[in-house]
């Protein structure tokens, strides 16, 4: 199973080889961008194979980026999803994937029956050529050359150089100059980005990062910030001072023709929103905005409005209510008794003391209502004698189902009823493919009445013996 670790600063740079030979376009995945950004994100990461994976939580949800390999192997990253999946179907975790770029998003509508896809706007990288960025040369780009020229007719004293370890003052006087004069913006977007790049300030150099500054008479008016990333370099900061017309598009400039080297592109990363921004960035022609595509799959629970009743020769599967909420504390609490469930309450609850008579129940229609499972009582009668439960949807329209039984039920065939009814009505109704189960070996009786229910004998671990059921069986 994969193992997750949080991203720190101090681990950042053991991520460099991913990064530097990344081919997705996408600035997430950069040393810069993970230093000042990762803390926000809540990032963590899993090394699989040759393979990274970064998860990120957001609102209390799990993003999964989309995997890359040192190799460059499709077939490495594709391994990493099945990982990736496996790993959320084991830990209730709703998949969903971020940063995914457009040459795998084929491989992903083709994997899944149904997913939900989006591609939103302000998250977009912009992509430019970045032999054109360096010389601003021919008439789309007039409208840059007549800013640089006026700059050079103003300040014929200029100069521009890659800033070093002993230039940290200068640029450290650079930017409370530039937060002293810029216009009064207190978005959080923005002020979370100057604080962060005072916090990469002192480390730029040890994370071997690209800085440049551009002098006027011996004084900085301007820096910027980038690394290179497989054929691209990412501008990852650029800053000037406001009042001195003409400075950013020179330091644009002149940060290309000093670094970009034999990159093909320049990734001046998103606008975030931000119109002014999104205008500026548009002016300077990208020649393409790197989509980044969010993928989130369909399981077969997704599409259930409410949890069904259905009718056996013997029995009635149907949602609880709280009229049963005293036969269903019993079966629910006997923690003997559900040794063989796999599931002990006390866990959730965090606490050994038996909760309220309806607390089960609750729970139930809670996980219901997260699509993480699917719960009926088994009703004889009108009266509850069990329960019979789909949980770990995948994505490949598979699901586990489980069954319990008050003690006085027992003996009387009903589990393998309920399995064999929830478990056609699931393949006919809820476009279920797969039907798993397991038991543990020393249960004898669940394996009996497993197979008694259709369900074959796939295999067996040293705790488990494993069933499967399909359509055909």
């Known amino acids: 199973m994969l193992q997750f670790s949080k991203l720190d600063r101090e681990k950042i740079e053991a991520f460099r080889p991913y990064f530097s030979l990344q081919d997705t376009h996408i600035s997430d995945f950069s040393i810069g961008f993970q230093f000042m950004w990762g803390k926000h994100l809540s990032l963590d990461y899993a090394i699989f194979g040759d393979t990274l994976i970064l998860r990120e939580l957001f609102a209390g949800k799990y993003y999964f980026y989309y995997p890359i390999s040192l190799s460059k192997s499709e077939e490495r990253e594709r391994e990493a999803i099945e990982e990736i999946e496996k790993y959320c179907r084991d830990n209730d975790i709703r998949l969903h994937f971020t940063n995914v770029p457009r040459r795998a998003l084929p491989f992903l509508a083709l994997r899944y ?3 939900a896809i989006t591609d939103i706007r302000r998250w977009r990288d912009y992509l430019y050529d970045a032999a054109a960025f360096s010389s601003f040369e021919g008439k789309k780009y007039a409208g840059q050359r007549n800013h640089i020229h006026k700059f050079e007719r103003e300040y014929p004293d200029r100069n521009f150089r890659p800033l070093h370890e002993e230039d940290l003052p200068k640029i450290e006087a650079f930017l409370q100059e530039y937060e002293e004069t810029r216009p009064e913006k207190h978005e959080y977007l923005a002020e979370t980005e100057l604080s962060e790049v005072h916090e990469l300030l002192p480390r730029l150099w040890e994370l071997k990062l690209y800085c440049g500054g551009l002098f006027v008479g011996g004084r900085l008016v301007g820096f910027s910030v980038g690394e290179r990333c497989g054929d691209m370099v990412v501008v990852h900061i650029e800053k000037a001072l406001r009042g001195i017309e003409g400075a950013y598009p020179m330091l644009a400039r002149e940060f290309a023709k000093s670094f970009a080297g034999d990159a093909r592109f320049l990734n001046r990363m998103d606008d975030a929103g931000d119109l002014g921004l999104r205008k500026s960035k548009l002016q300077y022609l990208p020649c393409e905005l790197v989509d980044k595509y969010n993928v989130v799959p369909a399981r077969a629970i997704d599409s259930v409005s409410y949890p069904p009743e259905i009718q056996t020769p013997r029995l009635n599967l149907a949602p609880l209510s709280k009229k049963d909420d005293e036969k269903y504390f019993r079966l629910a609490s006997d923690i003997e008794r559900n040794r063989y469930w796999g599931y002990d309450w006390r866990e959730a609850r965090k606490d050994t003391r038996k909760p309220a008579i309806s607390w089960f129940r609750k729970c139930t229609e809670e996980d219901f209502h997260r699509r993480l499972e699917l719960s009926l009582g088994i009703f004889l009668q009108g009266e509850l004698v069990g329960e ?3 949980h770990r949807f995948g994505y490949h329209a598979e699901a586990e189902i489980g069954v319990r039984l008050l003690p006085e039920a027992e003996g009387q065939g009903y ?12 393949f006919s109704k809820f476009n279920l493919e797969v039907m798993e189960a397991k038991c543990f070996r020393e249960n004898i009786r669940s394996k009996a009445m ?5 369900m074959r004998n796939v295999g067996m671990d ?3 013996f494993y069933f499967r059921r399909t359509a055909e069986m």
């Open 388 to 390: 019979v439960v789909l």
């Open 450 to 454: 497993l197979e008694g229910a259709g």
């Open 462 to 464: 040293e705790t488990y």
């Open 113 to 115: 029956a149904e997913a």
């Open 415 to 426: 589990a393998r009823e309920a399995v064999r009814a929830l478990t056609d009505h699931a």
